[in-house]
């Protein structure tokens, strides 16, 4: 087993942070993590059930250690004008400044889109510029992008949801490859993963990517039907930014609790992954745990 599987797969994990409340529908999770001079950066969603208010916000939070984090910004779906918040992407600007990708539901809809908002610090970010970045349509849904900046300029991998198939069937989902000059502005290139035949045929959202020789590998999240929406697994991925193939999972083997949303951060000695998963009263935790070298992981987001 590839070994970032394999830890994910492992009783080492190390909780991060704990739902607001206890039961099925509250969630802590959707990371999207960070190491930027020295200092760990996790960006995660709040969640209530779906009659509570669902994704009420998106916390910005900073660590010394990368276990124990301290809030540093929150924006909320109420600021945003959303009915709710999904998984964010923290993102530091070329320029020195951040950014933070937002994923926003239209009330009463199955349509969801993308903002980013600028900020000079992290502190500052809930009332960052607001720029549209994926607006999506009457046709599909955007929403829990993966963007990073690096010697190929920004690249995102964004998760489709097509609506035309009703709202029974808007859990549909498959991961989109974009490239922009600036990070706001972005080019669609077409689909790099898309449903597999077995565990994942109703859907593959990637979650998290890295550079290999040849190439990158990436995890992602599948479900075998709409019964399994909120309750994904994780399995690999390998490829080209703009075609990938799915090529191990998933972990945990069996249907049952959720283990998702991946976010994998080489610090130079190691690869540090923090994910979503069920706990036994239904809530999700965001949980933690370390992969020392030899790793084939050497950059990430």
Not at 38 to 57: E, F, H, M, N, S
Not at 131 to 139: E, F, K, N, R, Y
Request: charge should be negative.
């Amino acid at each position: 087993m590839h070994p970032v599987l394999a830890a994910l797969d492992s009783d080492r994990s190390e909780l991060v942070l704990e739902p607001p409340f206890a039961g099925p529908g509250f969630w802590v999770g959707g990371p999207s993590a960070l190491l930027h001079e020295g200092t760990w950066w996790l960006a995660y969603r709040l969640r209530r059930p779906v009659d509570k208010g669902r994704g009420y916000a998106n916390v910005v939070a900073r660590s010394d250690d990368g276990v124990r984090f301290t809030t540093v910004a929150t924006v909320t779906s109420e600021a945003m004008g959303t009915a709710s918040l999904e998984r964010p992407a923290l993102v530091v600007r070329p320029d020195g400044g951040w950014r933070l990708y937002v994923s926003c539901s239209t009330v009463n809809s199955k349509h969801w889109w993308v903002e980013a908002l600028d900020a000079d610090e992290p502190a500052k970010l809930a009332d960052g510029r607001r720029t549209v970045v994926l607006p999506g349509s009457v046709d599909e849904a955007w929403k829990d992008v993966v963007v990073r900046y690096g010697h190929e300029g920004w690249q995102m991998w964004a998760c489709r949801h097509a609506l035309d198939g009703g709202d029974d069937e808007a859990d549909r989902m498959s991961s989109w490859f974009a490239t922009s000059d600036d990070g706001l502005v972005w080019d669609l290139q077409g689909q790099a993963l898309g449903p597999g035949e077995v565990w994942d045929r109703r859907g593959a959202r990637v979650t998290t990517v890295w550079d290999v020789e040849g190439g990158i590998e990436a995890l992602y999240d599948g479900r075998a039907s709409a019964a399994e929406n909120w309750f994904e697994r994780t399995g690999l991925a390998t490829g080209k930014p703009d075609a990938l193939a799915a090529v191990e999972g998933p972990v945990p083997a069996s249907y049952g609790p959720a283990l998702r949303y991946a976010s994998a951060v080489d610090d130079g000695a190691g690869t540090r992954i923090y994910f979503e998963r069920t706990r036994s009263d239904g809530a999700h935790d965001l949980r933690t745990v370390y992969v020392p070298r030899p790793s084939s992981v050497s950059q990430s987001v």
